[in-house]
């Protein structure tokens, strides 16, 4: 498989500077859904993923914990009708993050996995914040 760099348009570029740059947001294509991500910023530092969304509501999610939430069917299971976490079995780190049409995101993880759509509302409902937490009946 080549590594193709990805070539549509703007954002495809600066999601490549993305990749390079220790701090940088992506910019995310105008979204069909109700909410979106407005940004998206890779934080190495604390192996996060910042996401800041178009209501105003921002979170910081741990690279394996996304991971963990791939929503592929190799990850899931055929037939899944609920996207469960499954730990990752060492810590990832996101080699490229790449817009999907305008409603997802997928990312390219350092052990080598690339098959998970990220659908901006599977995003927003594993949000790890407080509140979404207890929200969802979560304790903290
Ligand atoms: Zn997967
Ligand atoms: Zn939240």
Request: aromatic share 10%; proline share 9%.
């Amino acid at each position: 498989m080549s590594n193709q760099p990805y070539r549509r348009a703007s954002a495809g570029a600066s999601i490549r500077r993305a990749c390079r740059d220790p701090v940088h947001t992506v910019p995310i294509p105008t979204a069909m859904e109700s909410v979106y991500p407005t940004e998206i910023r890779r934080q190495p530092e604390t192996h996060t993923l910042r996401i800041i969304w178009s209501d105003g509501h921002e979170a910081d999610y741990e690279y394996d914990y996304l991971r963990g939430y791939c929503p592929c069917a190799g990850c899931q299971g055929h037939g899944a009708h609920k996207v469960e976490f499954q730990a990752p079995e060492s810590p990832v780190e996101p080699l490229t993050i790449r817009p999907v049409g305008n409603y997802a995101i997928s990312f390219h993880w350092t052990d080598s996995h690339a098959t998970g759509i990220y659908r901006f509302s599977l995003l927003r409902s594993i949000c790890p914040c407080d509140s979404c937490r207890s929200e969802r009946g979560e304790g903290t």
